[in-house]
Structure formats: structure tokens, C-alpha cells
């Protein structure tokens, strides 16, 4: 994936390829100003996908599309929200608003992922469809993780798992208990091992099981806070683009 920054802010340009990088998605190039840019695209390839701030140091970024045909996938990056309609007239997958969070840069970066076509795209005729229907994949899910606990390797069952987290690069289970053990895996992992009617996750840093859940408040910015049962020292908050799957998830 070719990815370029237009943003005439240079700190802002690094810690957005920083939080990129964290994402396994490399910047080629950085780009500070409308006239910069529209000069390198009369010389380079079109990237995949753009990060474009709107209000730049000589002009709005509109404004190269006025003289560059572009038909790389766009997201914009901005402070302010007036130019929302304007960017979707464009090829744009989203509009994030300054600060960045990195849990709606995280989304934004899915949701191109799966948008952009895949050339070994699987289709299924009719017939392999019949199969999948009377014959349905059972699907088993992990019921136990083990954790090294000084020269000893600890047992943990799912069942007593309140959430899994992440901290300083570490994959932890919150036991009911209000133990904390560190795991070897990453959340990611996690995704295709929960069972995904007990657990859902809710940000970046949590999975949380419904089983322990005992309270839901509003929090700031449409977001919800969960407490657990067992783990009250932990702040855990639904990000805001999960607040809508994770109320289905509940029900």
C-alpha cells in the first residue's frame, strides 16, 4: 500500500505517520502545501491512499484537485468540520477532525482496507452455497490461556476472564479475581480465539466479557464507559465508532 501525507503542519505530519506505523501502514512521502503537491503528482505515481489535511499553508487542498485529475482513496484530516460535504464529493473513505484519535484512525485505515478491491476475491456458485448450509462449519474457540507466574505456568479459563488488555505491548487477562496475567498473544490474535457472543471488543485495548459487566454510563464524545466486576481499577471506554455494534452485541 503506497500512502502519502499532505499536511502543512510538520509535527502533526510525524505523529500521524507515527500512529500510522503503529497501524503496519508505511508513509512514503510527506507533503506540506498545495503547490508542493500538486508539483509532485505532475512527477510520481498516484498513491494508493491519501492522508490530506484541507487548510494548508497556501490554500485549501480543494484546490489541487482543480488542476490534478486524482483517483487515489482519500482521508481527510482537519480541524474543522465545515468542509465535510465538500470532501465526500471527492474519492474520500473518511474525515477525521484534529486531534487525531487513534482508535477513528484505526477504523478509517479498515475501512479502506476493505473497501480497496482484492484481485483473489473467492466466489461461490450455487452449489458450494448448498453445502455451506447443510453442512456448517463448527467453529471452537479457545476455553483456557496459559501464563508464565515466576517458574510456574497458570491455568486461566475464559470463563473467568473479566477482559483482555493491552499495555506497554503487553496482552493481559483480568481475571474475576482482580488477578492480571500477562499472555503470550496480542489482541489481534484474540480476534479468532473469543467467542464472539461472550466477548466483544469494545477500543483498541480491550476485549470485555458480557458476563462481568455491571454497569454502562454515557461518557464524553457519544462514548460509553463499562465497569467489570473484579477489575474496577480499569478505565475502559467504547470507543466512539463501536458504540452502535457494541449495543447489537448486548442484545
Known sequence: MNV??????KPAARRLGRLLAELDVVVST???SVEEAIQW????????LIFLDIQLSDGLSFEIFDVIEIKS???FTTAYDEYALQAFKLNSIDYLLKPIDDEELESAVKKYRELKPSTNKLTLDFEDIKKLLVNPIEREYKKRFTAKVGQHLKIINADEVACFYSENKGTYAATSDGRNY????TLENLETELEPKTFFRVSRKFYVNIDYIKDIVSYTNSRL???LSGCPELEIIVSRERVKDFKLWLE
Open 4 to 9: 502519502i501525507i499532505i499536511e502543512d503542519e
Open 225 to 227: 464507559q463499562i465497569k
Open 73 to 75: 482513496a482519500i482521508i
Open 41 to 48: 503528482f505532475h512527477t510520481n505515481e498516484h498513491p494508493d
Open 30 to 32: 510527506m507533503l506540506h
Open 182 to 185: 500477562l499472555l503470550d498473544t
